[in-house]
């Protein structure tokens, strides 16, 4: 993202709207300025402000005149007065920025939008998460923290020596050099993005043990991670998890539930054998 | 898109055992289909699925490709510095559904959750239907609707440089867009503009919802906590007042 010079009257509105603080309004230039590498390409800021179209000769002499009188600016605070902020053509390995930090550009990898998971969202149908196991998501960088492939791939390759399995419809998964070793591509390392999620799953008895890991680990990265952990429920829609987790000292306020109200309507679709099936 | 999964309440702050006040305003539910297993007919799915929700009196309804009934405006004039339409536009979001996405309602009390579920239930659109809620709400949600609960998934909270995280109402508000785009440096500004009494908490949290770009963003909730806020701080100024301090 960039913020053309021509058209920036530096009023500022966008440095508190950018979630990773990568806008401020340069001393010797009088323009607002995008730290690139900071900036993670989420289009928030273009995206997310409203637009006049004013003229920035005109903007930038009623500025000057208020300025001199130190008038106090009370304008409306999500507007960019000028439409100076514009997307830039990004090409690989920076192009991985906006796949996972601009929610409405939907993953190659999976076609969902946002970070572009199912989890167990859509566990009514594709039975990902099946009775016994556990699911987890371990997101990096949310919120608004960021986060650098190099931190993801510390996590990665200390869950794929526990074992682990990989969820293989999850876009981390398919960046991944080796999956067996958790190593993810090495020319995407130094990216940052908005956030990144790693999907996994294990038998419901290893939950301490990943646990215990992502604990570890994440105490040595630069970074947030907020994680999240699953299960299917019994036909009596009891689980067992929350018990496992509480066990472990862990707050399980909030969640997902998955009313299991989904099922197959497409004629002739092939959905695991384990899926679809609705609770009487 | 985990966009609702970790919105922050005091919850994850203290200790197990430890009471923290219920989040009792807040409530999302919303459909996701499957590819090529429930996506077929989506768009009319999605919007029966977004017709129920209105019925229903939601706080708010959006779908992940184009946003909440609060949306950027694109061709605003200088007027709008005086006169700002804050008016939400809900079939600006039935018109937008146009393939594959994710739609979701927003409700503030329990009893409309439940009841929009009750309807949904009835529809039988075929796409699958979660809740993200406090997990006792969810459940109990699901036995008054007569549904058995399929799957769950709890936020266990953050680690990790927990230090690089803003305050705890500023984490309430900005985790409220699960996607990110709800900065903390904005929700602290739309704070302090309500605290020096620059914008109501309704406009500041029609600010914020802007921003979020699948519409789960809860303004009700948001302007409760930007209330809170400036009278946490007015009423300790009046004490100290009266103190004499």
């Known amino acids: 993202m960039r913020i053309d010079p021509k058209k920036c009257v530096a009023c500022a509105n966008c440095v508190p709207v950018c979630p990773m603080g990568a806008i401020a309004v340069s001393p010797a230039l009088q323009r607002a300025v995008v730290d690139t590498d900071a900036c993670v390409e989420c289009f928030t800021c273009y995206r997310g402000m409203s637009k006049e179209h004013m003229n920035p000769t005109f903007v930038r002499a009623v500025r000057r005149l208020a300025k001199l009188a130190r008038f106090r600016f009370d304008p409306e605070p999500d507007v960019c007065p000028t439409d100076a902020i514009t997307p830039e053509e990004l090409v690989w390995p920076r192009i991985v920025r906006r796949a996972f930090s601009d929610p409405q550009v939907p993953h190659e990898s999976t076609g969902i939008h946002g970070r572009g998971t199912a989890e167990v969202k859509t566990n009514d149908v594709t039975g990902r998460v099946k009775a016994g196991e556990a699911g987890f998501v371990i997101e990096f960088g949310r919120p608004g923290v960021g986060t650098r492939f190099r931190d993801v791939e510390r996590m990665t390759t200390a869950l794929a020596a526990l074992p682990v399995a990989f969820e293989p419809m999850n876009p981390v998964t398919t960046l991944m050099s080796d999956v067996q070793r958790g190593t993810i591509r090495p020319d995407i390392l130094g990216e940052k993005v908005l956030s990144v999620i790693v999907e996994i799953k294990v038998p419901l008895d290893?939950?301490?043990?990943?646990?215990?890991?992502?604990?570890?680990?994440?105490?040595?990265?630069?970074?947030?991670?907020?994680?999240?952990?699953?299960?299917?429920?019994?036909?009596?829609?009891?689980?067992?998890?929350?018990?496992?987790?509480?066990?472990?000292?862990?707050?399980?306020?909030r969640g997902k539930t998955n009313l299991g109200l989904g099922r197959v309507t497409v004629t002739g679709a092939q959905v695991p054998a384990a899926s679809g099936e609705r609770h009487p | 898109?985990?966009?609702?999964?970790?919105?922050?309440?005091?919850?994850?702050?203290?200790?197990?055992?430890?009471?923290?006040?219920?989040?009792?305003?807040?409530?999302?539910?919303?459909?996701?289909?499957?590819?090529?297993?429930?996506?077929?007919?989506?768009?009319?799915?999605?919007?029966?699925?977004?017709?129920?929700?209105?019925?229903?009196?939601?706080?708010?309804?959006g779908d992940a490709t184009h946003g909440g009934w609060l949306r950027p405006q694109k061709d605003l004039t200088p007027l709008n510095h005086w006169k700002r339409e804050h008016r939400p536009d809900p079939d600006a979001v039935l018109r937008g559904i146009d393939g594959p996405t994710t739609v979701a309602a927003v409700f503030d009390t329990f009893e409309k959750m439940r009841a929009f579920v009750e309807d949904l239930a009835k529809a039988d659109l075929g796409v699958s239907i979660n809740i993200a809620a406090p997990m006792?709400?969810?459940?109990?949600?699901?036995?008054?609707?007569?549904?058995?609960?399929?799957?769950?998934?709890?936020?266990?909270?953050?680690?990790?440089?927990?230090?690089?995280?803003?305050?705890?109402?500023?984490?309430?508000?900005s985790t409220m867009c699960g996607h990110g785009m709800v900065s903390a440096s904005f929700a602290r500004k739309m704070q302090d503009w309500v605290k020096e009494n620059r914008r109501t908490p309704a406009e500041a949290a029609a600010y914020l919802a802007r921003f979020c770009s699948c519409g789960v963003f809860n303004t009700k909730r948001a302007e409760r906590l930007l209330e809170e806020s400036r009278a946490g701080s007015v009423a300790a100024g009046e004490r100290s007042r009266r103190d004499g301090g």
């Open chain 1, 206 to 253: 290893r939950v301490p043990a990943v646990l215990a890991c992502v604990r570890d680990v994440s105490r040595k990265l630069d970074t947030v991670v907020a994680v999240g952990v699953s299960t299917r429920c019994d036909p009596e829609g009891a689980e067992p998890l929350r018990a496992m987790l509480e066990r472990e000292g862990l707050p399980a306020y």
């Open chain 2, 136 to 173: 006792d709400a969810a459940h109990r949600c699901c036995r008054e609707a007569g549904i058995t609960r399929h799957s769950v998934e709890y936020s266990v909270g953050f680690k990790g440089r927990v230090e690089k995280l803003p305050d705890a109402r500023t984490l309430e508000l």
């Open chain 2, 1 to 61: 898109m985990t966009n609702t999964l970790h919105r922050y309440s005091d919850h994850y702050a203290r200790e197990p055992g430890d009471e923290a006040r219920p989040v009792t305003d807040d409530f999302i539910v919303f459909a996701m289909a499957t590819k090529g297993v429930n996506d077929d007919d989506l768009v009319r799915k999605y919007r029966s699925f977004l017709e129920i929700a209105l019925r229903h009196d939601p706080v708010n309804v």
